[in-house]
């Protein structure tokens, strides 16, 4: 996905702005910090000493977000602005809240011009899933990390807030948005590309996502292991074995993550080898069923064997030249028909994987007695695979199309379609490197720099206007991190492929499995590590109950009717009113 080019004037404009503003706070504070204690008895009513500059100034547009003296909050490292009113916090979650997406931006953006020039595997497998999921884990770590244990105990809400807030907003929202923006006319149970003429159908348009998708689902739901392991105390009843909880499911988060971590790493090959096989039993298929339109007589016998005396007849047809050999030009009338485009086969391909199952002489040539014992093989597999009885009889050739069919729904559920690819040469690799190392620079600077200054935002907000810090972040804060994954998901999704909605799905899947693994194993090392409370269960049953349902509709099918998205957009306000009333009604908190 190409990415505006005015990144960086954007993002030093952005910082101008932020750092102007800055100053105007800080400035107009200095005159009431430098004040004497006896001109500012109240905070509110001006002592007679003061002068007129002072009230000028504190009477600005930047005194709407100002507190009172004897309410003065602590500004983040000294000079940033910093506010005990609503308003003001408002602002100052929108304006670090702004930065942060502008750091899930440069990350992003980053991160993708890496994976241009050095390619998927390690690169696509380890660093992105993280540097993705990096915003979220500042915040979670700036939540619990400073202050006092108890000034975190009650900062960490936050930190539950925004993963629980994260992931259920990229599993229930955008998910759902995704799936009504990518929908298509169904047939056959299958989304037809580019088609969407049925209107909002709710069983007659949806999408399909292919087989790797649905293994990403089943990752996630099981990703969320680290949650039960932690809750078991309480489940329980028992206190002393809640800081042990903790570090197990540290411990088994950390193994989780770095197992997926591989298995993002290895992938494209799991995928690649998988592919090949798929192919090599298309090649199989196409070519029985092929043998059984030109056969002269049924290829299997009454006692379920095949038959010889027909094999043979096969093979005189094929052996042009009668020298008792089949050749690769001979061979390539086996293949004719087979309709190789379908799996993006070349003809010379399809012929040596005829060869590598037939040519049991390596003399690149197959005789009788290979093609014989070939076909037989092949027969076998194909009876096998549809879970026929070895006693069959001859209607077992029926099989042979049934084995077909199966082959072609396999490679289709794999989702190889290079059709709407275009590869492109990197120009110029030590620009593109450079440029995606800065961008990558910035967007963990920024992370790092303004992820303590919102945190303490939303406290003061949640302070100043008696809502719960957790409902805060569960809604504004997922906002900020993610909204450049989530735009990205969307956009892709529209253009109503089966590729693009296999990618937008598994980028989803693949982004809540991050904040399961990587946000969680930090959130556990500062719970434990700073000896405070895990008192989070209508927060976890919450995320339990989202990943659980929406992991387990992803792994069963491969296509969601439009009906599916509403069972998505109601798990969030689900979650909302499920955490009040656990917490606020039962007093689970």
Known sequence: MKKSPNMFPKSFFTLLIFFSLSTAVYGGRVIVDQSSSDLVSDGVHGGGGRNSTSIGRERGIISLFAAPVEEACEQSYGFLPCTKTALGNVFLIIVYGYLMFSAATYLSSGSELLLEILGPGLIGGLFLPILGALPDAMLILVSGITGSAAEAQSQVSVGIGLLAGSTVM??????????????????????????????????????????????AAMIMAISVLPFIVVQLPQLFHSNSGRHLAVLIALIISLSLLLSYC????????????????????????????????????????????????????????????????????????????????EINLEEDEAIAKVLKD??????????????????????????????SSAQAGPNTIN???????????????????????????????????????????????????????LVDAVNNFSSATSIPSFFISFIALPLATNSSEAVSAIIFATRKKKRSASLTFSELYGAVTMNNLLCLSVFLAIVYTRGLIWNFSSEVLVILIVCIVMGILGSIRTTFPLWTSLIAFALYPFSLVLVYVLDYVFGWS
């Open 170 to 215: 990229l599993l229930t929202v955008i998910w759902g948005t995704c799936c009504v923006v990518g929908k298509c006319d169904l047939e056959n149970s299958t989304a037809v590309d580019l088609k969407d003429t049925k209107g909002l159908s709710l069983t007659g348009s949806g999408v399909t996502a292919d087989i790797w998708t649905s293994y």
């Open 262 to 341: 591989l298995y993002q790493v290895f992938q494209p090959w799991i995928q690649t080898r998988k592919l090949a096989y798929v192919k090599h039993k298309h090649v199989i298929s196409g070519i029985l069923k092929h043998l059984k339109k030109h056969a002269l007589g049924r290829l299997f016998t009454d006692h379920g064997t095949p038959n010889i005396e027909v094999l043979e007849k096969l093979f005189n047809a094929i052996d042009e030249n009668g020298d008792g050999h089949l050749s690769r030009s001979e061979l390539r009338a086996l293949v004719v028909g087979i309709r190789l485009e």
């Open 358 to 387: 037939f040519d049991t002489s390596c003399d690149d040539q197959v005789d009788m007695q290979e093609f014989i014992v070939g076909v037989e093989k092949w027969l076998y597999e194909a009876r096998s695979s549809n879970g």
């Open 399 to 453: 099989y042979i199309d049934d084995f077909h069919e199966e082959t072609k729904r396999e490679h289709s559920l794999l989702g190889e379609d290079q059709s709407d690819e275009i590869v492109e040469g990197v120009e110029n690799p030590r620009k593109v490197a450079i440029k995606a190392a800065l961008l990558l620079l910035l967007g963990t600077i920024i992370a790092a720099v303004f992820a303590d200054p």
